[in-house]
């Protein structure tokens, strides 16, 4: 008779239908992997105001070989109320004030970095909109609204994503967060 046995030898349980006993844990990808790796990040950014209307204010692009994750958006308009756009770009960015953002890891005992290009800006030229992957309407002043996807917008290497001010003026703060994700073989 063939014994199944578990990683410490041990043999494995079976019901008195003969079917194996399994016990299994459930988590989101992003709590894996930030428990993990810590390869899970915060991006601030403070008061951007855009130069005029439809303006890019938020640039990432993936210069890393792994794919990156954006899991959601936290955003928030203090002096006018707008719609923002979450854009699939191409193209070289000419940045006006661009300002670097340094993100944070969410797992603060470790210090893991991002390979990419992430700025805010008044008004980023140069890139081609491939097409709007979400929208966020910001219809009240100082509240902060939440965009939250269980798939995920996935970045691979090489492509970028930026954030488009609807209004010609107004102030956006915001978090997005990014997951690094690992090989398919490694969940």
């Known amino acids: 008779m063939t014994q199944v046995r578990g990683i410490n030898n041990n043999p494995m349980d079976v019901t008195s239908e003969h079917r194996g006993k399994v016990s299994s844990i459930g988590q989101p990808v992003d709590q894996h992997v930030n428990h993990h790796t810590g390869k899970v990040w915060s991006v601030s950014f403070f008061d951007v105001n ?15 070989s792994a794919e990156i994750a954006v899991s959601d958006f936290r955003m928030a ?8 756009f979450i854009d699939a770009v191409s193209g070289t960015p000419s940045f006006t ?23 805010s800006d008044t008004d980023t030229t140069g890139l ?20 939250s996807t ?13 954030i488009r001010f609807e209004a010609a003026t107004g102030e956006l ?10 090989p398919a073989d490694d969940l």
């Open 128 to 147: 081609t909109n491939d097409g709007v992957l979400f929208f966020m309407d910001l219809d009240t002043v100082d509240k902060m609204f939440h965009l």
């Open 77 to 84: 308009v203090s002096t006018t109320a707008s719609r923002i």
């Open 173 to 182: 703060s915001g978090v997005v967060s990014f997951i690094e994700l690992p």
């Open 50 to 64: 855009p130069i005029g209307a439809g303006d890019y204010v938020f640039y990432f692009n993936n210069t890393g």
């Open 97 to 119: 004030a661009g300002a670097d953002l340094a993100p944070v890891s969410r797992n603060i005992g470790t210090s893991p970095t991002i390979d990419a290009i992430i700025k």
């Open 150 to 162: 269980s798939s995920k917008i996935v970045i691979p290497q090489g492509k970028s994503i930026a």
